[in-house]
């Protein structure tokens, strides 16, 4: 029996031998099991960042009338075409005046008579002041009775008041005379500055009401002006004089400079979008109203950002991101906050700082803690 014990004993006791030196190889240090991974790092970049808002729309100048006369009636003669350049107080369009006339003359006519009634009323009050005066001398004499002393008073107060109607009905009747000539001066339409004729949007005979735009006029007075529509996101970074870039398909290859120099209070109901006014500055070319133009502004706005390529975003949810950097030869996971993709740059509004080592390549292979060694 002991020759089977023994043989069997050593066995067990190689066994357990071999077993702990398997553990003991199995289970060393994880951080020198994995090996380091070779990187790329860009250092990231803190900018101020101005925000571009890009549009497109109208140019027009920038004060534009329609003119109408102010007394309805058939048109005469317009002296004007479309696109003519006209000067200030040069006569465009007139009316036919003979009805207007006949009002001046009749107003004419009414205020001659009430300067008469005014006249005629002034004698009776003259005579009035006469009568009362020698029955009150009478009276005193006890010549005449207080009865006609009375009756001489009471004509007196009637003349004086037959004379202040007279007085307010010529009023009157001068302000219709001034009314019926303002509407003869303006049967005629003149330009109100130097400017261009836009548009005409009536003809001769045609019978216009008052208010009725006949022409459609653009002072050149006022520069230009390109009318664009923005979003809510855009408009917040936007302010009056800030710059802007405009192009325009009539002249290609060339760029004009501007401001802003209007924004909407509030947004188009019918469109959701607001409407700025980018003023464009005089160049030694034609621009004409109508023109397409698509502008480039720059917000006058900084926002402090970071900048890193877009090589160093390994994923992203919306505007969440994950980015490695290197702390101490090892790759660190940095959860980062999206502002916006800008080309080849990632621009981040946090989640790291300025000079933070960024990597670039090899981020398949990484995990946070992963040994790096940088190239």
Do not use: W
Not at 33 to 49: C, H, K, L, N
Not at 132 to 161: C, F, H, P, W
Not at 308 to 336: C, H, M, S, W, Y
């Amino acid at each position: 029996m002991k020759s089977y014990i023994i043989p069997l004993g050593l066995l067990i006791l190689s066994v357990l031998a071999l077993q702990s030196c398997s553990d003991t190889q199995a289970s060393p240090d994880s951080s020198s099991s994995t090996p380091p991974r070779t990187v790329q790092v860009v250092p990231a970049e803190g900018i101020q960042y101005r925000e571009a808002v890009k549009a497109s729309g109208q140019l027009a100048l920038a004060e534009e009338a329609r003119l109408s006369f102010k007394t309805g009636g058939v048109i005469r003669k317009i002296h004007v075409r479309e696109g003519q350049q006209v000067r200030a107080g040069q006569l465009l369009a007139e009316i036919e005046t003979d009805e207007i006339s006949a009002r001046a003359q009749q107003a004419e006519l009414g205020k001659a008579q009430g300067a008469i009634s005014v006249e005629n009323a002034r004698l009776a009050l003259q005579l009035a002041e006469r009568d009362y005066r020698n029955a009150k001398g009478l009276y005193a004499d006890s010549v005449a009775t207080l009865e006609q002393l009375e009756n001489a008073e009471v004509q007196l107060d009637n003349a004086r008041n037959q004379l202040k109607l007279a007085e307010r009905a010529q009023s009157i009747q001068a302000q219709q005379q001034e009314v019926a000539n303002y509407n003869l001066r303006h049967a005629k339409i003149l330009a109100p500055a130097d400017g261009t004729i836009l548009k005409k949007l009536a003809e001769p005979n045609e019978v216009a009401g008052p208010g009725t735009p006949v022409l459609l006029f653009g002072s050149r007075a006022k520069a230009f002006v390109l009318r664009v529509s923005v979003t809510d996101k855009d408009v917040v970074h936007l302010n009056l004089g800030d710059p802007a870039t405009v192009v325009f398909d009539a002249y290609p290859g060339r760029t004009f400079s501007g401001n802003i120099r209007e924004i909407a209070g509030m947004a188009d109901p019918y469109t959701g979008t607001f409407e700025v006014e980018v003023e464009v500055k005089p160049e030694a070319v034609a621009l004409r109203s109508g023109f397409i133009g698509r502008a480039t502004i720059q917000s006058s706005e900084a926002i402090p950002l970071i900048s890193i390529p877009t090589d160093a975003l390994k994923v992203a949810d919306g505007q969440a991101g994950v980015v490695f950097t290197v702390v101490e030869k090892q790759a660190r996971q940095q959860k980062v906050d999206i502002y916006k993709l800008q080309g080849e740059q990632l621009l981040l509004r946090s989640g790291i700082r300025a000079g933070d080592p960024v990597i670039t390549s090899g981020l398949g292979f990484l995990q946070d803690g992963t040994p790096v060694i940088i190239e």
